[in-house]
T-cell receptor, first 108, second 115 residues
């Protein structure tokens, strides 16, 4: 089983739609959780950290379920500029482990 | 602005010809990382430094070496590049993740082509 698994997509959604991504991780000792965004041929950039209580940043909401070992990202009111690959990232006792990413295309 | 800088942004080398990629940071982070990312794949950690303490991933080929002469700079040396080493190489920094949930900051990457 891979350490961090994501649905690769692509998710093709119209502008204004709500879209949700899920991610599962295998190491129950994982300690920190993040969502990164990566545009085509660019470096990953931190979108948001994920806290046990869940957290929201504008149109983005992240949730963590430690019992089921999954993390989610919800994007409301999708914009064209949200088109990117979203990487689920988990820190086990070793440095960060990246999922392969979920590709999102927001269509006008 | 504090940042992570990588040079060059694009590097073309010949099969078997040694190449060095460089990374510098103005964030004063004590941890630096090198990742390899191929198309449609997750970034793969090659090695990282906690200060001068070098940590090699078990599956990183011997062909890949690294140097960190000081806090600000880190180098990736590929001794004999093969066609399979063509990829984006990403440098990242962070504060010590053993002491908190610190995110990593990435440089823009160096895209390596091997001919």
């Amino acid at each position: 089983r891979k350490e961090v698994e994501q649905d690769p997509g692509p998710f093709n959604v119209p502008e204004g739609a709500t879209v949700a991504f899920n991610c599962t991780y295998s190491n129950s000792a994982s300690q920190s959780f993040f969502w990164y965004r990566q545009d085509c041929r660019k470096e990953p950039k931190l979108l948001m950290s994920v806290y046990s209580s869940g957290n929201e940043d504008g149109r983005f909401t992240a949730q963590l379920n430690r019992a089921s070992q999954y993390i989610s990202l919800l994007i409301r009111d999708s914009k064209l500029s949200d088109s990117a690959t979203y990487l689920c990232v988990v820190r086990t006792p070793t440095p960060l482990v990246f999922g392969k990413g979920t590709r999102l295309s927001v269509i006008a | 602005d504090a940042m992570v800088i990588q040079n060059p942004r694009y590097q073309v080398t010949q099969f078997g010809k040694p190449v060095t990629l460089s990374c510098s940071q103005t964030l004063n982070h004590n941890v630096m990382y090198w990742y390899q990312q191929k198309s449609s794949q997750a970034p793969k950690l090659l090695f990282h430094y906690y200060d001068k303490d070098f940590n090699n991933e078990a599956d990183t080929p011997d062909n890949f070496q690294s140097r960190r002469p000081n806090t600000s700079f880190c180098f990736l040396d590929i001794r004999s590049p093969g066609l399979g080493d063509a990829a984006m190489y990403l440098c990242a920094t962070s504060r010590d993740p053993r002491r908190g949930a610190y995110e990593q900051y990435f440089g823009p990457g160096t895209r390596l082509t091997v001919t």
